[in-house]
């Protein structure tokens, strides 16, 4: 049993550590209002909310509901900013604790991990074995019971004002979408009488999701002895060369999951050949060796990129949301072979892998005047950038215009 963690609340609740905890919150957000409120009179709001958890008076405030409908229906909720600030002093305190027990192959909301280091370690598994156990837990963050994870951070955490302060986070879950399951030893109101769920979107949950699937990889290490495991939040996969004893183990892991109130997805968990193509954590694995984005991936990212498009047309977006968004995107892809894809969608524009790596957006052009050859560089002007040449591509980089004006409004590689 390893040792408990006492005296955290002190390093949670002091001045030093919510002040840092509001700017690391604030991170790349400071134009929202609620969030330029807080920051506005930042020490004031700060030294309010140590008072608050000092007294025992604080307590978390309502969330906003977002509903998602693209690629699934999800509710995301969004918690005030001082409860924000709230979660990143906690986990900046817990995290660390908790890290020293994880397992190497649970690659979620960790330092040095990550969606891309999970697919190269599944693609390492998978072209040492003949078979996969595909799995995925039904409405994982829904399901999550309330008293359970109480439970496991009882484990690893014996400092009472930090375990109340987890509590009244956990306790102020809002309402998720419902999961009707019943487990053995369940009566008919069981699933309406446990308080379950925890909001999609605070950095505690992604915490406490973590915390709640560890002992489960402990026991796929430990327990079945399982050499090739991999685990992505609630996606996980097992290689074996005998289906028989993968076959074994989906029953012996149905059966742990079922301790903790959780269930295997039926449409999504399977046994296969490690010689087909796998769709994993956003990517289509190949058994050659390469990566594909799903076809759903690519025609999301069209659709909001003519979104984009339409804002720039009306000047709502701005160069640096437009290059901030796209690029993300591109960042996941460029995981993948995709330059030919890339290539069909940003052809000639500011993003045309076919440039050189490093050319400035707008610095190539569809056609520079004069030129007939796509791509060559448009003479620079007094400012360094090239000016915007009217092309029937629209890649070009347009001046901004007033919605209506009538002036240059495609957006640059939006094919």
């Known amino acids: ?180 399951l019943h487990f053995p030893g369940d009566d008919l109101l069981a699933p309406l009488q446990r308080r379950r769920g925890l909001p999609i979107g605070n950095l505690t949950s992604q915490l406490f999701s973590s915390l709640y699937l560890d002992g489960f990889d402990h026991f796929c290490k430990e327990v079945l002895r399982v050499k090739g495991y991999v685990r992505y939040v609630d996606d996980f996969a097992l290689f074996h060369d005998d289906p028989d004893i993968l076959q074994q183990w989906r029953r012996r892991i149905e059966s742990y999951l079922e301790g903790r109130r959780l269930r295997l997805h039926p449409c999504k968990t399977g046994i296969f050949s490690t010689q087909e193509p796998h769709q994993f954590l956003g990517f289509v694995l190949l058994p050659d060796g390469r990566r594909r984005l799903p076809e759903t991936n690519v025609r999301r990212f069209r659709n909001r990129l003519r979104g984009l498009r339409d804002r720039w047309r009306h000047g709502t977006a701005t160069q640096e949301e437009v290059i901030r968004r796209v690029r993300s995107w591109i960042a996941h892809a460029e995981q993948s072979n995709t330059w030919r894809l890339r290539r069909s969608i940003f052809r000639a524009g500011w993003f045309d892998p076919a440039f050189e790596p490093g050319t400035p957006p707008g610095a190539c052009c569809a056609a520079a005047p004069g030129t007939t050859t796509p791509g060559t560089c448009a003479p620079r002007t007094a400012t360094g950038t090239p000016p915007a040449t009217a092309t029937t591509t629209g890649s070009a980089l347009p001046a901004h215009s007033k919605a209506g004006t009538g002036g240059a409004t495609a957006l640059p590689g939006a094919q």
Do not use: W
């Open 1 to 180: 049993m390893p040792t408990k963690a006492r005296g955290l609340f002190d390093l949670i609740a002091s001045f030093e550590a919510l002040h840092a905890a509001a700017l690391r919150a604030a991170k790349g957000k400071r134009s929202k209002p609620g969030v330029a409120a807080f920051l506005a009179n930042l020490e004031t709001e700060v030294l309010q909310l140590e008072r608050q958890l000092r007294s025992g008076r604080y307590r978390p405030g309502r969330y906003k509901k977002i509903e998602i409908f693209d690629p699934k229906h999800r509710i995301v909720s969004a918690a005030p900013f001082r409860d924000r600030v709230v979660h990143h002093a906690l986990c900046a305190i817990c995290d660390p604790i908790f890290e020293r027990g994880f397992i190497h192959d649970s690659y979620a909301n960790r330092n040095g991990k990550g969606t891309h280091r999970a697919v190269t370690r599944f693609e390492q598994f998978r072209d040492a074995a003949r078979y996969v156990l595909r799995c995925d837990i039904y409405s994982y963050f829904p399901a999550i019971d309330h008293d359970i994870l109480k439970r496991d951070l009882r484990r690893r955490i014996g400092c009472e004002r930090t375990l109340d302060l987890a509590d009244r986070i956990i306790d102020g879950s809002n309402k998720q979408e419902p999961v009707d």
